[in-house]
């Protein structure tokens, strides 16, 4: 309880939280109890972009809101899948708070990461903290051994090609001033996966102050990973976009 309440009383500051959503009905309901379980005394908002789930997340929302009320957890629907970046775009729209942190909805990710980007912001005064896996004390969990020599060589590649200054350029768990989020978002063009990759590597480049911090991704329980062989490509297209024009 400490942390929390070390994050509240330092500015007075507020967290809107954004979480992008497709076909996560199984885990967007425990993912908003552990923010509040371990957020108790934080001023934040959790902003839920879900991009037309079929599979019924758009009204376990709406149930949860019932719960904890609407000014709390903000359901932001669009018709189809936009792509990541777009999402974010969406959701930024309505955040009220000054601090953005942006995560997946699928429990990769512990809530408590919240709070320690937030200790790490407050110790350096930082624009961006982002997650990392590839630092002493980071990791993954439950991939199998290609996932992860996919994962490692894309940051490898990328840091050969691209010497962005910070260790995983892929993750998707960061906390940013909203004001920088904007500046970045509005100078992104990518809209899918890359989009992390682009997001830290013009941050790096426009000389924005960036800390890490290391976690541990935990593979999903419920539903299904949505990285594929297209996801790949883009990616390899979005580094080469990237060598070019940054």
């Not at 939280?17 to 923010?35: G, H, K, S």
């Not at 879900?50 to 609407?70: A, H």
């Not at 709070?115 to 930082?126: H, P, S």
């Not at 894309?154 to 909203?178: E, I, M």
């Amino acid at each position: 309880m400490a942390a929390e309440e070390e994050v509240k009383s330092k500015g007075g500051n507020k967290y809107s939280l954004i979480v992008p959503t497709y076909n996560e009905r199984l885990n967007i309901a425990l993912l908003i109890y552990l923010f509040f379980k371990h957020l108790r005394d934080v001023d934040f908002e959790i902003i839920i972009v879900d991009d037309g789930s079929p599979d019924g997340t758009q009204d376990v929302v709406k149930q949860i809101q019932g719960v904890y009320g609407e000014d709390r957890i903000l359901l932001r629907a669009r018709p189809k899948k936009l792509g990541l970046g777009t999402a974010y775009a969406h959701g930024l729209k309505h955040a009220s708070g000054n601090f953005v942190v942006i995560m997946d909805a699928d429990l990769s990710h512990h809530t408590l990461l919240c709070i320690i980007c937030n200790r790490k912001q407050q110790e350096t005064g930082a624009s961006i903290v982002t997650g990392t896996r590839y630092v002493r004390g980071g990791g993954v969990h439950g991939w199998n051994l290609m996932r992860k020599l996919t994962s490692r060589g894309a940051n490898v590649l990328a840091h050969t090609l691209l010497w962005p200054g910070v260790s995983d350029l892929t993750g998707s768990f960061r906390l940013y001033r909203k004001s920088v989020l904007q500046n970045l978002i509005e100078s992104c063009i990518s809209k899918g996966y890359v989009f992390q990759m682009e997001m830290i590597v013009r941050a790096s480049r426009k000389g924005y102050h960036i800390e890490e911090v290391p976690i541990t991704f935990v593979d999903r329980v419920f539903g299904s990973s949505k990285l594929g062989g297209s996801e790949i490509v883009e990616y390899l297209k979005g580094l080469a976009f990237l060598l070019v024009t940054t």
